[in-house]
């Protein structure tokens, strides 16, 4: 078992950047690849960023791409996702999530752990 939790959102106004944190305990000495998804009000959850076991292999929706970096690290068992640029679109509750794998994946549904979430509000 992993135990994913989230931290560092918050309400930040448009063209603020904020970090989030997730960090691992539990089972951890597996190797995981791990995942930033987002869901808003009344939308399903979507997929922002996944970075591999190794950290070297990233990708992100387009939606994101260019203003957000997905990255480990050094102990690997903490994720993090620095947002540039913010928009109001941005605005979410983010999840970290762990897949028992070495290789990212877009899919939400190969993630095998889920954190509790952490608000991000983006004022215009």
């Known amino acids: 078992q992993v135990q994913l939790v989230e931290s560092g959102g918050g309400l930040v106004q448009a063209g603020d950047s904020l970090r989030l944190s997730c960090e691992a305990s539990?089972?951890?000495?597996?190797?995981?690849?791990m995942g930033w998804f987002r869901q808003a009000p009344g939308k399903e959850r979507e997929f922002v960023a996944t970075?591999?076991?190794?950290?070297?292999?990233?990708y992100y929706s387009d939606s994101v791409k260019d203003r957000f970096t997905i990255s480990r690290g050094n102990a690997k068992n903490t994720v993090y996702l620095q947002m540039n640029s913010l928009k109001p679109e941005d605005t979410a509750v983010y999840y970290c999530a762990a897949d028992a794998t070495l290789w990212p994946t877009r899919d939400r549904g190969k993630y095998d752990y889920w954190g509790q979430g952490t608000q991000v509000t983006v004022s215009s």
């Open positions: 539990g089972r951890t000495s597996s190797p995981y690849a």
């Open positions: 970075i591999s076991w190794s950290g070297g292999i990233a």
